[in-house]
């Protein structure tokens, strides 16, 4: 037999186990049930994305709730607060204005709050620099 075509010598569960095991390369352990992490950094983009989507969310809920129900049945609070009897008279009135301002309260609102929450977790992070962060107690 060709030494190619030897077969492998694999070795038992009890020799691997038995084996010392190099300092170099320690071997990850699983999550201790009720062990402590501390969040010492929350990333600025992250924080974004969640909170642009999350508001988005929350705005388009309640801005329909508020906003957009009202403006297309005819009671709406702009127009009320205007004087005007039609209901968003002053952006041109009817169901159009209506949409259009309940997309823009979604987009900018949530583009707001995104950026809003941003700066929080940048003023997180450097508060975390000096006292150490939050830590959490997470079960696998």
């Given at each position: 037999?060709?030494?190619?075509?030897?077969?492998?010598?694999?070795?038992s569960?009890?020799?691997?186990?038995?084996?010392?095991?190099?300092?170099?390369?320690?071997?990850?352990?699983?999550?201790?049930?009720?062990?402590l992490?501390?969040i010492?950094?929350?990333?600025?983009?992250?924080v974004?994305?969640?909170?642009?989507?999350?508001?988005?969310?929350l705005?388009?809920?309640?801005?329909?709730?508020?906003?957009?129900?009202?403006?297309?049945?005819?009671?709406?609070?702009?127009?009320?607060?205007?004087?005007?009897?039609?209901?968003?008279?002053?952006?041109?009135?009817?169901?159009?204005?209506?949409?259009?301002?309940?997309?823009?309260?979604?987009?900018?609102?949530?583009?707001?709050?995104?950026?809003?929450?941003?700066?929080?977790?940048?003023?997180?992070?450097?508060?975390?620099?000096?006292?150490?962060?939050?830590?959490?107690?997470?079960?696998?």
């Amino acid at each position: 037999m060709s030494p190619a075509l030897a077969p492998l010598a694999v070795p038992s569960a009890a020799a691997v186990s038995a084996a010392p095991r190099s300092a170099a390369a320690p071997i990850p352990s699983p999550i201790a049930r009720g062990s402590l992490t501390t969040i010492r950094h929350i990333a600025a983009g992250s924080v974004f994305k969640v909170a642009f989507v999350v508001s988005c969310l929350l705005f388009g809920f309640f801005g329909c709730l508020f906003v957009l129900l009202p403006g297309l049945f005819g009671s709406s609070l702009l127009g009320s607060l205007a004087g005007d009897r039609d209901g968003l008279g002053i952006l041109g009135g009817g169901m159009i204005a209506t949409v259009v301002l309940y997309v823009l309260l979604v987009v900018v609102g949530a583009f707001v709050q995104g950026i809003v929450t941003v700066i929080a977790a940048l003023i997180y992070n450097v508060a975390a620099g000096w006292v150490g962060g939050v830590s959490v107690e997470l079960e696998p």
